[in-house]
């Protein structure tokens, strides 16, 4: 059993549809930082409502430090769950002062344990000189960091945290998802944060959930989501990939495709017939006499780098899906012209 645990979670808001969130099943680690990441409508807010019961499941149960808070016969109120939330407004009462809101959670500790215990998560968040300013005189990066101060001063078992990088601008998220990251090691907490976007939930987590339809999809780390993506959904969700159909070589090391034949990054365990491979286009190298060329059909501009899109030849057929191929920004490629390139097996996945 996890520190946080989800077995077989479902929730119906209409008996008619399809549940919002489907027979989920999940293990978080204590200290775990966690991301559910997914579209719009997969269910993602609606698990970490019912985390921390503002929601009732359907159907499951949910434990809180190896707790019970939620079964067929019991659902504790969110206040005696020990988690700390974080909401994607913040949502810090204006007439208050960032010390006095950062008191709130603490009604029950004496005044002088109160001071001290707001001296010390506002130190942890770096705003100890702002303690008697009110949150319209702070910058949204502070007031999430007093919300996270907030949300961390009663010592929750767990921080729920909903969108928390969605309200502040490209510069200022990088710096955010550096510094929610950091705070959180140092107060040593649990962390679950719901996002849409790919690269907050990579940057900021151990684990990744990505979810569809109220599905969980796959869990994993990020470097292993994106290298070993389990299935197409997820291939295409985290990031941009090039999905091909083919058959796998006797020797189980490669698979026969329309372009060609495309190496395995080790051999596969059984064989099998019809497969779907995933090839990111940072694994398409250019190379001078690469091993599959084609017609440059788009350049894109991506800032780091130039995205391709490369119609390739292949038995003197050509292929229907133009290849994304990423290529470094100092290199010259003409629209109309030939490339070649070479395919990094490391990039390339298996996926259902
Ligand atoms: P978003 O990123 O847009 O917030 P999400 O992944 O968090 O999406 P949820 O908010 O969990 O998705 O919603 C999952 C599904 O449940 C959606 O189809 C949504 O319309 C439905 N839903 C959520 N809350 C309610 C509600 N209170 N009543 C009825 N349906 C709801």
Redesign the pocket.
Known sequence: MGFIQLNNVTKF??KTLKP??DSLDLSINKGEIITLL??????????L?MIAGFEQPSTGEIAIDEEEVFSDHLSLPPEKRGIGMVFQDYALFPHMSIVKNVMFGLNKWSTREKKKRAKEVLELVGLEEYATRYPTELSGGQQQRVALARALAPKPHVVLMD?PFSNLDAGLREKMRFDVTNILRKANTTAII?T?DQKDAFAVSDRVVV?NE?VIQQIAAPKEMYRCPKNCFVAQFVGKTNLLDGTMDNDQRSIHTHIGKVDLPEQWKERLENVKLSIRPEGCRLAKEGQYCGKVERVTYGGEYQELYVRLHSDHMLSKEPMVIYAPIEQDVEIGSIVSFDITPELVALVE
Do not use: L, N, Q, Y
């Open positions: 808001f209409t919002a969130v997914g579209p719009s409508g997969c269910g993602k807010t609606t698990t409502r969108e719901v849409h979810m109220g």
